[in-house]
């Protein structure tokens, strides 16, 4: 088989990676060029992106690796979005554990993610820095050192700028937009529970805002202002209106098969460069389809 050689090509002027993908490999449709992105066959300066709006700026350099092996990338369940020597930022689907509860279950994204890294090099090793219950979906940060690692747990407020999920919920939401604050406790059933006064839990706020809804539902956005277990599942259980899906805190039908809430945004300042980063990724299509359904009968 033939190899192909690796196209390097220089940042001259600032613009978003997908137009300059575009202008420089004119032969390619905008399917080809998010497949590469998709399977991390672009980096920026040695550093994997896989955002097409991502902003270059002038003086980087820009690798297309048309040899890499996509079956590292094309990791079921989750999606690498960045990576460097430091982090790995990803986007993980609805039933994939984020780490092992310590049964024999491997589908986690800690274990995907520590064979990809292992792949380049044995010694490699990853590291937990937050977790996302296994129903929900979206963006999630690992460390790629024990330095990294320790500065985010440590700091956690320091270096995250902004977490935002996506929500759909039962009911029609009344406020368009509102603050949640409440104290959170785990039992020894491990349901959270909820107290409006401080009842020795940990205290826990959520922000939300109406993108839409109807009379049967509501798609939301929700950002936290703490990070707590169970924290939005729980929120909407105060709220009276239970995310879709979501048995365990009040839902009573699941139409979309899934539990409804994705973590959508995840803006960061990296722990060693001290750069500003944010990852986005689209509202589930199943959150919209809820809505088209209702427009149709």
Known sequence: MKI?????????????????????????????LKSLLTHG??????????????????????????????EIKKMQGVQILFEDDSIIVANKDAGILSVSTGGRDENTAY???????????PTNKIFIVHRLDRNTSGIMMFAKTAEAQQ??????????????????????VENDKGTITSWLKENTAFVVYS???????????????VIKKTNNFTLLEASLETGRKNQIRVH???????????????????PIKRLGLHARVLEFIHPITGKEYK??????ASFEKVFKRMRKR
């Open 4 to 32: 192909k050689r690796d196209t390097v090509l220089k940042v001259k002027e600032k613009m978003e990676l997908m137009d300059f993908l575009s202008f420089h490999l004119q032969g390619k449709s905008k399917n080809n």
């Open 41 to 70: 066959q672009i980096t920026v300066d040695s550093q994997m992106v896989s955002q097409f709006n991502h902003i270059l700026t002038v003086g980087q350099e820009v690798k297309i690796n048309w040899n890499k092996d996509r």
């Open 111 to 121: 274990n995907k993610l520590k064979d990809h890294v292992k792949a380049n090099n």
């Open 151 to 172: 500065l985010l747990q440590s700091d956690w407020k320091k270096y995250i700028l902004s977490r935002k999920y996506s929500v759909l919920t039962e009911g029609k």
């Open 195 to 209: 107290s409006k006064t401080d009842n020795g839990g940990k205290k826990a706020i959520t922000n939300y805002e």
């Open 236 to 254: 909407m259980q105060d709220l009276k209106h239970p995310i879709v899906g979501d048995k365990k805190y009040g839902a009573t039908g699941n």
């Open 279 to 284: 990852f986005e990724t689209q509202i589930p």
